[in-house]
């Protein structure tokens, strides 16, 4: 891991001084392996991918970690209901805590440290300046409840899912960078209820073949597939419940300023067994790349163009792209010349 | 999506133990580094390689989920066994090396019930073993219920009853003295959860008291690891693979498809999870559905087979593997 944490005073809001260095560019997962999208139960096996891509270990983390983690405390700060986690869920807490421990401090030693003794482990993470000891399975010795204490320190959002009756319950999670859903709204939600609201889905029959595929996942076999929306500015915190923040942005895209505000939002959604509770940890780690940062690799720039002018209606309106998409079709036209574009997501 | 375990776990044996005359506990240790933490209830399949075929066999994990140095099975020898019983029991020493695959849990405690009451029925206390490590950590009421022949083929009778009297009864059939499962589950408070493991008459005789009883089906769970049927041998075609494979008599469908080299999907290869369900192309003549997970529409369809357990009575099945 070569990428540094040099850009740590970037911001998700106000100046929105958010970027992508040229190696963040070329490492953003394209979610579009094809020239049209829809739909699929896309899940793949979770294993390493190439080396300094987003897949090269099982947790990413890039330039963005700590402006990341900051801007979770303020969400958090603002509106503590962003992380939730009910009573039964104890055990998936700590589940992911160590899942979070144990990845982090082998992919990238030179970061994060984990000493074990039975039960008594000791904690440091060097780029937020943290030292822990505590005893593992003893929320009294933590600062905060496992859940919260792992996630402040993880980049993505992580929701934690008991399984019972055949189907899994959403029933805890730390969500500070939702792409418009709300884990207060959605706690104690099943499977399908939780994907209700989504288009096409339930009729091509996707949800239920998921579920069934999920509620067989094996420990230590996780599991990954993209999705991804469009964002007007880098913000992480599109939540219902501040709408008001930053729905009107959405009116103030024009051709001049639409490839610098606005953003292809990749969510990067990984699924671990957990090995305790017999629960499902849900990670979705959200990449954001304006499209002008897009441009500068030519392939994505005539991927993009022709997925976004050629998308099915309902998905247009789910995915709120009514307003600009328009506008973005029209910025990217000029950077797409008819050429075919090579199979697979890579740059070039 | 990938089908095949990618990993084993290689352990190797560290003790034996023989709890009854049919029943032996097998110690296994990882070769390096920990095992994975498991939940209550959890298998492992332990692979053995034998000389001329490997087996595959599923058997709970009885040992503490807090104590991950080791993890304990206990092997029932079957009689007649289909090879993998009697290989960890004749061939299997202290220092031999094993691979297990990550455990899987079928058999998980409700974490919501408001109590939970276990009924095993002889070699189907081992996943209660462990589950009751993870019961003494919360604080849920909970009984077991434990029937064996005697108090001779009771493997733990004796140190379950001693650790937790008022919380474990025992009953053996030679003091004709029996479970008395319609009495049992006509007085147990709102929100308890049964959970049953034993032979299959007894895992019949509690579903169907629960439903006659009008407990909901998501309060009740059961585990039942069929073993593999023996049959008459059988060919099948795997169209996808493009190749024909002989199922011997003692080989399971499965087995003889992994012998052939092609990979299937299994998850529990007893007949429960509905991991390895594959569709039936092609057929002449019966399918021996052993199964507990497909409905009784699918069987009846011949359009769809569960490998791990199922055979068929044909001269030619093909399969969309």
């Not at chain 2, 003692?250 to 999907?265: K, N, Q």
């Amino acid at each position: 891991m070569n990428v540094a944490l040099d850009r740590m005073d970037q911001v998700y809001r106000g100046a929105y001084t958010f970027s992508n260095s040229p190696a963040a560019i070329r490492r953003f997962p394209l979610p579009f392996p094809d020239d049209k999208y829809m739909y699929s139960v896309n899940l793949e096996p979770h294993t390493p991918g190439p080396k300094g891509s987003v897949i090269e270990f099982p947790i990413d983390c890039d330039e963005h970690y700590v402006a990341e983690c900051h801007d979770r405390a303020i969400v958090i700060q603002q509106d503590p209901l962003r992380i939730q986690a009910l009573p039964h869920m104890m055990p998936a807490q700590w589940d992911t805590l160590e899942l979070g421990m144990l990845s982090l401090s082998q992919s990238y030693p030179h970061w994060f440290t984990l000493t074990r003794q039975g039960r008594q482990w000791h904690w440091i993470n060097r780029p937020l300046g943290l030292n822990q000891k505590f005893t593992f399975g003893d929320p009294s010795t933590l600062p905060y409840e496992p859940l919260e204490y792992i996630t402040r320190q993880l980049q993505g959002d992580w929701i934690i899912m008991d399984q019972r009756d055949n189907d899994l319950w959403v029933e805890g999670g730390m969500v500070t960078g939702p792409a418009d859903w709300s884990m207060d709204f959605d706690v104690g939600m099943s499977f399908n209820e939780w994907h209700g609201p989504v288009p096409l889905g339930h009729e091509m029959g996707v949800f239920n073949r998921a579920l069934k595929y999920l509620i067989n996942l094996r420990l230590g076999e996780p599991v990954r597939r993209t999705n991804w929306t469009m964002t007007v500015n880098p913000k992480l915190d599109t939540s219902p419940h501040n709408y008001p923040e930053w729905g009107p942005d959405r009116a103030s895209v024009t051709l001049e300023n639409v490839g610098r505000k606005l953003h292809l939002r990749t969510e990067l959604q990984g699924l671990w067994r957990l090995p305790r509770s017999n629960g499902i940890v849900f990670m979705v780690r959200t990449y954001l790349l304006s499209l002008q940062e897009l441009v500068t690799i030519p392939k994505w720039a005539r991927r993009v163009h022709r997925v976004l002018r050629d998308l099915h209606p309902a998905l247009v309106d789910y995915k709120g792209l009514t307003r600009h998409r328009p506008l973005a079709v029209q910025y990217l036209a000029q950077f797409d010349d008819g050429s075919p574009t090579t199979p697979g997501t890579a740059p070039e | 999506m990938s089908s095949s375990h990618s990993d084993t776990i290689p352990v190797r044996v560290a003790a034996i133990e023989s709890v009854t005359s049919q029943i032996k506990r097998f110690t296994l240790e990882p070769l390096r580094g920990e095992l994975p933490a498991f939940s209550g209830g959890s298998h492992i399949i332990v692979v053995m390689r034998g000389q001329d075929r490997v087996y595959r066999n599923p058997y709970s994990l009885m040992s503490s989920p807090q104590e991950l140095e080791n993890y304990q099975i206990s092997v029932l020898r079957c009689d007649p066994s289909r090879g993998g019983s009697a290989f960890m029991h004749e061939q299997v020493r202290v220092g031999t090396e094993l691979e297990i695959a990550h455990p899987v849990n079928l058999f998980a405690l409700a974490k919501l019930a408001r109590k939970q009451l276990l009924l095993a029925g002889g070699i189907g206390i081992t996943p209660f073993m462990a589950q009751l490590h993870d019961l003494r950590l919360t604080r849920v009421p909970y009984e077991l219920h434990y029937a064996t022949r005697s108090p001779q083929h009771g493997a733990y009778c004796e140190s379950l009853a001693r650790a937790e009297p008022e919380r474990v009864h025992l009953y053996h059939d030679c003091d004709r003295h029996f479970i008395d499962i319609e009495g049992l589950l006509s007085r147990q408070p709102l929100g308890t959860h049964v959970y049953v493991c034993g032979p299959a008459g007894m895992i019949s005789r509690v579903l169907d008291t629960a439903r006659a009883l009008g407990w909901p089906e998501s309060h009740v769970h059961y585990e039942k690891f069929a073993a593999p049927p023996t049959g008459e041998a059988f060919d099948v075609y795997l169209q996808k693979s493009g190749i024909s494979v002989h199922v011997p008599a003692d080989r399971s469908l499965l087995e003889a498809i992994e012998e052939a080299g092609v990979d299937a999907p299994y998850l529990c290869r007893g007949g429960v999870c509905g991991f390895c369900r594959t569709d039936v192309v092609g057929l002449d003549g019966e399918i021996l559905h052993n199964d507990h997970f497909l409905s009784a529409e699918e069987k009846a369809s011949g359009k769809v087979i569960m490998p791990c357990v199922s055979r068929a009575r044909c001269r030619k099945l093909a399969l969309n593997l």
